[in-house]
């Protein structure tokens, strides 16, 4: 018996292709042969699970018995990959794992167990469960029959758990509502998404997997009732949305007119203009300025702080005129010297400064 081991070993690994090329009855013949030269425990279990496929095809079958032979052939072989009878093996597209997983969706009626989370789950887990179902469900990774639906299932489930008004709902009433007849379409209009599971999916992973033709099935008395709401809502948020821009500069313009009642001009001007054109002097430093032709009639208060406030402002103004003078005497001076120009140095030294002269003969 221990001298068969290797050829067991060689059936065994035969049995491996034919099963993943989805010819079951050779996989089965073969896998016969070496429990009959050497018996093993994996080999054991392979034609376990071999035979339960073939009572499930078999279920099938049953169940389908109106298709064509070759049609059912297909469907039936079709996880493995083979196409037909008479085509080319090709290879299988998809685990058994991820047919484990799809089946067990598509099982689920609560969408709390699709998603694999608590009822008290918070937003935060809920997003967290679907990242990762969403991932490994998406049609365009996923390969194994029924991961659309899967998908759709998914991306529904999430839509109304993450809704907080119809979580509430669907928790008050849960799946058992679909059963009550007067009130079913109900139902479907309170517990379904308002977006296609590929556009919440691209919601959160930015379009990940290219596009496919997967979309939530919506009435069209849903579709109708929720494009008067979205259209109502757009009027009324674009409105206000508007009033809130335009609210600072219709705050400013009141502002202004606000001053312009209570804040009366001036009494005095440095520069002449249409309404200061009364020429004056102040009895100290001689500083010229101008006021309205009714300065006398109006204005009955001291005439010597006016003219204070006057020689102060004229003042300020010289030393920030002098402050400028001299910066642009100094740069013209150091560009002398960059370019050890004589001629430049000696006209930088000459530039006038009129604003410092009158300073220095004020203080003098």
């Known amino acids: 018996m221990e001298g068969n081991r290797d050829e067991s070993e060689r059936c065994f690994h035969l049995a491996n292709k ?73 290879v299988k597209e998809y685990t058994e794992e991820q047919l484990v997983m799809v089946r067990r969706i598509k099982k689920c009626k609560d969408y709390y167990e699709i998603l694999g989370v608590e009822k008290a789950a918070t937003e935060i887990e809920l997003k967290k469960a679907y990242r990762k179902l969403a991932l490994q469900m998406h049609p365009d990774k996923n390969k194994a029959p029924g991961a659309t639906e899967a998908f759709k299932a998914i991306g529904n489930a999430f839509a109304v758990l993450s809704d907080e008004g119809k979580r509430k709902k669907y928790d008050t009433y849960g799946p058992e509502m679909e059963e009550a007849n007067h009130r079913r379409q109900t139902y479907r209009n309170e517990f379904e998404a308002d977006i296609s599971p590929e556009e919440l999916f691209n919601m959160f992973f930015g379009g990940g997997f290219p596009s496919s033709n997967v979309y939530t099935h919506h009435t069209h008395r849903t579709r109708q009732h929720r494009h008067y709401h979205h259209r109502e809502n757009v009027s009324n948020d674009s409105g206000f949305t508007l009033l809130l821009q335009l609210s600072p500069i219709l705050l400013l ?6 001053s312009s009642w ?100 004020i203080y003098a």
């Open 262 to 361: 209570f804040v009366s001009d001036p009494l005095y001007s440095l520069h002449r203009s249409g309404k200061y054109d009364t020429e004056r002097f102040t009895s100290n430093l001689r500083v010229k300025y101008y006021v309205k032709n009714d300065f006398k009639v109006d204005f009955k208060g001291d005439i010597r702080r006016i003219e204070r406030n006057v020689e102060e402002e004229y003042i300020s103004n010289l030393r920030q005129n002098c402050w400028k003078e001299r910066s642009y005497k100094e740069n013209l001076l150091w560009r002398a010297r960059n370019y050890a120009d004589a001629r430049m140095y000696e006209k930088a030294q000459n530039h006038p400064t009129p604003s410092c002269d009158r300073l220095q003969s």
């Open 18 to 90: 034919y099963l993943s090329q989805g010819d079951l009855e050779k996989a089965k013949k073969f896998l016969n042969k070496a429990e009959r030269l050497f018996p093993t425990e994996k080999a054991k279990d392979l034609l376990e699970r071999i035979e339960s496929m073939s009572e499930d095809d078999s279920t099938q079958d049953n169940k389908e018995n109106q298709e064509p032979y070759s049609e059912g052939l297909h469907r039936r072989r079709g996880s493995f990959g083979r196409k037909s009878h008479g085509e080319e093996p090709t």
């Open 253 to 258: 313009v009141f502002l202004s007119l606000l």
